[in-house]
């Protein structure tokens, strides 16, 4: 998909609260062939290994006193590029990448996005698909165990997020090893002929890449990842 002539409204959600965008193939397979390539040639010490799944954090390592910014690589930075051309973020451009590493079975609670970034995310799928699940906290701040509804995300799509669905919903990925795709996924419709409802669909081992701007950096920048 070529990011500089198509208009991002219609690619809203809109049987979801404000405000989501969904593009499906929002990258070629031969894209997503280079990204998984690349994310599994670098070094070892990149990864940081949690409990449930690990990630690499490329840009720097956001923090409440300032991100020492890092020098993001070609191969990465074009997409960087691909998603600031969207003109999602008044103008600023995205500076950090979080990669997570999900193989089947693994998931993440539910949680927001915090204040350290601007209030946009956007996701690259790659993989396999996953399901996002969206939950509204309570008037007492009480978390449901029942999600409010859910985004199914293919490989090579883009989601972006904004608004109430990055500042109120909370979102979390079930730790399960396949994905029934039922009533509660808002953005069926929106996928390929692939995915149809009341279809159990299992999972394979899914890269997403969470591209996001870190207003607060340093104002020098470690090299790191190789040569650009």
Known sequence: ??????????????????????????????????????????????????????????????????????????????YLEKIHNLKLMDDKRPNHVLVNEYLPGQGIMPHLDGSLFYPTITTISAGSHIVLNFIEPTEDNTISTKPAFSFLLEPRSLLILQEKLYTRYLHCIEEVKEDFLDASIVNINMCSDEYVRHKTVPRKTRVSLTIRHVPKTTSFKIFAGGRR
């Not at 690619?11 to 990204?35: D, H, L, M, Q, W």
């Not at 799944?53 to 990465?76: D, K, V």
């Open 1 to 78: 998909m070529n990011s500089f002539h198509f208009n991002i409204e219609d690619y809203r959600v809109i049987t979801a609260p404000e405000t989501a965008y969904y593009i499906s193939e929002f990258i070629t397979p031969t894209e997503e062939k280079g990204i998984l390539t690349n994310i599994y040639a670098s070094p070892k010490p990149k990864w940081t290994q949690l409990s449930n799944r690990r990630l690499q954090n490329w840009g720097g390592i956001p923090h409440h006193n300032g991100m020492i910014a890092e020098t993001i690589p070609q191969w990465l930075d074009k």
